[in-house]
DNA sequence: GCCGAGCCTACAATCGTTCGCAGTCCGGCC
DNA sequence: GGCCGGACTGCGAACGATTGTAGGCTCGGC
């Protein structure tokens, strides 16, 4: 392995000397500093991220946590993280938790003794991570834990905005296909359908149950949306949606004709399904690298702070939780309901 | 911070001590052991990764590289990679090189740097690769350098079980939607593809050219599969055989009724697609695991030779490439090819 | 009762880098 | 011409863990 100090000798300076062309250019000698790099390329140098990280106190490495990789939601997150993490001259380590509390308390402290701060996209509120957080610095995605810095989607906001798109295409009996049971994404896009259900008298929302957020979820939900004789579903996920567009072909009843269907988070399943799923369209990739600059924001206050400097009052104290704003996409499994106002007997003769 | 200082004074003992209790417990005294365990744990300690990476020449981590996160299959070898490395007590970094040759090579070369090793999943096969990998440790997914171990799915008998289960049905004309011109993937699958046509003359397989390995390349390349003539057709992937199918159906083209298609890797896409997807498995997951496994057995086997020992003759000498048996998964988007043999007109009338 | 063998534990060097401190050199100014 | 200051570079001490080696203790055998 090549050290610096190999480049030291072959440029005919000190070690020091090294180190500080590659992290403080201005404070060396614009010829010394030429001699040095060209000598680090010429040698292929790479610093030693252990030995650098030992001494300077930071490894360089950020850990990200998310209970599936294989859920197209959080492989955009993670897309996002990494990159905007290597711009920010951080690696990234990624752990998938399983859905599995236990592993993933386990895994963020594990996280916190090997890099410099952690992205936790939990899936829940548990009280329990609060204290794994202790005050290791960490960023929550879709999660609000006081004290912790976050960043979210605005769910209340983008079911409004379901909502009312349904409700112009004239639904007023709507159902809706719950998360799991302590995910707070859920609790707040009910929260939004509770603001929804308040502002708009005329229509009526029924929760259908919680479910779990995977195709599957959204298979087990079918007949009881079905059952509920609404004329249009809104979905937690765009996986539930997928979920449920499919069991409801097998049933017969056609999406949107029969049943307008609204999925959430716009990943690209949506535009997989048959029929491409209107749905609720989250910048996932920002969302991400927006964790990592709020991560990256709370590591550099730190810093500042120990060493003495004024802590000047960034975003990390202004604003503890950042929101993203959502957008409507509509695509062809909504439609205006069926002639007859209440149709309750629409699906039920595919039941 | 906690130590390894703390955990002495705490628990009476010397520093060392304490790092031989952890690492090797047998060389410490039971009840010694137990005192200094019990004093780790209620403080909290966890060795600092980058002291002992920097001081035992190992990092602890291991690098994966991938072209796309969101893509779903290496969503699937990611998580299986950073599963079984968690096994090992190893982390991963993860980075997604979007497809990207130059940043590719940047990205190995930096994760050499600060790794014990590097997986490499890169859809081309690029020469400059090999000096990339130089004799750090680094193992290939889906592609084959000489003198570097790879992990491959057995993609030509893939394609072979493929062909014969179109051809059972009574096809004889099929296309070939191919991935990536330089995908090593899709040159080994076409192989898989002259073998059928060889074994099988009364098949005909026409290849339709070179599309991106995503639902955009599916969708381009209907209308060529259209005008093939064919009456089924093998997608070099998933993705792009749910882009065909969707682009097919806009043309008013019925699947599996007007053509059969088949996807290749089963992820979970294809059970998402209308019709669900006949599909060439692999258990992506253990094709990650076993990358992890390779590596780390070359990690071993090199450690060992560094202390002098000698190298038993271990999975890394003498098979240089593991190839995952694969498994034909039937479902419904094929059946058996229209009654009149040669169905040339019936694709055509939607064009 | 003395000596040797073995088992444990402490000492100390070491990994490669960063950074405070001090030393050197040169130019400018009085 | 001498002194002061600024700019640049080298020295050396950390950072926290691992690990070879040496020393101390205990116990058994003669």
């Not at 399983?98 to 402290?109: A, I, N, S, Y």
């Not at 609790?187 to 919680?210: K, N, W």
């Not at 709020?294 to 702070?305: E, H, S």
Request: charged share 25%; glycine share 8%; with cysteine.
């Amino acid at each position: 392995m090549v050290t610096a100090r190999d480049v030291a000798r072959e440029s005919g300076v000190s070690i020091s000397t090294v180190s500080r062309a590659l992290a403080e250019p201005d404070r060396v000698a614009a010829e010394t500093r030429d001699r040095v790099l060209a000598a680090a390329t010429r040698l292929g140098y790479r610093p030693n991220r252990a030995a650098s990280g030992l001494r300077a106190g930071r490894t360089g490495a950020l850990g990200l946590v998310v209970p599936d990789l294989e859920n197209p939601y959080f492989a955009s997150v993670t897309k996002g993280v990494q990159a905007r993490a290597r711009q920010t001259g951080h690696a990234v380590f990624v752990v998938d938790a399983g859905e599995d509390p236990e592993l993933e308390t386990e895994l963020v402290l594990g996280l916190h003794a090997q890099t410099d701060g952690v992205v936790l996209c939990s899936p829940r509120a548990i009280e329990a991570d609060l204290e794994v957080l202790g005050s290791a610095p960490a960023v929550l995605v879709n999660l609000r834990v006081d004290g912790v810095p976050s960043v979210t989607s605005s769910d209340i906001a983008g079911m409004l905005l379901a909502a009312e798109h349904l409700r112009a295409l004239g639904h007023r009996r709507i159902a809706y296909v719950g998360g799991p049971e302590r995910s707070w994404s859920d609790a707040r896009r009910r929260e939004g359908l509770a603001i929804a259900q308040a502002r708009y008298p005329e229509i009526e929302v029924v929760a259908v149950g919680s479910f779990r957020p995977h195709v599957a979820g959204g298979r087990a939900a079918a007949d009881l949306v079905v059952a509920s004789g609404a004329t249009a579903v809104l979905a937690y996920n765009d996986l539930v949606a997928v979920g449920l567009v499919d069991r409801l072909r097998a049933r017969g009843v056609v999406v949107p004709h029969d049943l307008s269907v609204v999925g959430f988070d716009d990943t690209f399943v949506a535009t997989l399904a048959s029929p491409p799923l209107t749905t609720v369209r989250t910048d996932l990739a920002r969302l991400g690298a927006t964790a990592v600059d709020r991560l990256v924001a709370v590591l550099d206050a730190r810093r500042r702070r120990d060493r003495g400097l004024a802590v000047s009052d960034g975003p990390e104290a202004s604003e503890p939780v950042t929101e993203l704003d959502v957008e409507l996409v509509v695509r062809d499994s909504t439609t205006v309901a069926a002639p007859t106002p209440t149709t309750v007997n629409a699906p039920q003769e595919a039941s």
